[in-house]
């Protein structure tokens, strides 16, 4: 049995060696956004730029004649996207409008007890995160939930992660999940059939996300080494 852990652990690495350009670019997206040099949006261009030249001159998978089709296709799945962001950013304005941000502290301020409030702001980023996009879901939600969660002794820094990440599940929550229409764009896939197969993964993103709400230290141990702190 050690023996056969042996070689699966020699397999695993050798197999986690054959993909460092993935890891190359997540290295490169992680870095240039936590030093400054570019913006999470430059990140993703310059992260396309990365792999082409990987794709062209190192893995020899992207033929240049065949890069016409390539922009082709990504402007397909952009004009696919492009609609779907524009109505979660006029659902935004119609929710400012009519005074959501009004009927949410009415909301929340009945409830009282800090752990329900917390939990009922992680409920209402989700639910937003599955209908809006997550910069009008940002602008919408964070200047209303932020001060609520603070008045019950919840950590500013802690909230922000807490905020981030249930957002980023709303993009593959149904029944918008903005990146399950990626997916669905790019690989050809039905999107009920990707939506079948994502279901075991959000459980598992559910479950860190109760993780990180309820243990700050999480979320706010490396602060104390900043400045911040």
Request: glycine share 10%; with cysteine.
């Amino acid at each position: 049995m050690g023996q056969l852990n042996q070689v699966r652990a020699k397999r695993i690495f050798q197999t986690g060696l054959k993909a460092y350009l993935g890891l190359i670019a997540i290295g490169i997206v992680i870095y240039g956004i936590y030093s400054g040099a570019f913006s999470p949006t430059e990140a993703a261009g310059v992260t396309v730029g990365f792999c082409l030249i990987a794709g062209v001159l190192i893995t020899r998978q992207i033929k240049l004649r065949e890069l016409p089709n390539i922009l082709l296709r990504s402007g397909q799945i952009t004009g696919m996207l492009a609609p779907l962001i524009a109505i979660s950013v006029v659902m935004q304005q119609l929710l400012s409008l009519l005074g959501a941000g009004e009927v949410v502290r009415g909301w929340m301020s009945a409830i009282g007890d800090p752990t329900f409030v917390l939990i009922a702001c992680m409920m209402l980023v989700l639910l937003a995160g599955t209908v809006l996009e997550s910069l009008p879901n940002t602008i919408i939600l964070a200047p209303i939930l932020a001060p609520i969660a603070y008045s019950v002794g919840v950590d500013p820094i802690h909230f922000a992660v807490i905020f981030l990440v249930g957002d980023a599940i709303g993009f593959i929550t149904p029944p918008y999940g903005l990146n399950l229409y990626v997916a669905s764009g790019i690989t050809g896939i039905p999107y009920f059939t990707i939506v079948k197969y994502v279901m075991p993964y959000l459980f598992a993103l559910m479950v860190a996300w109760m993780i990180i709400a309820f243990w700050p230290p999480l979320s706010t141990y490396l602060v104390q080494f900043s400045a911040v702190g």
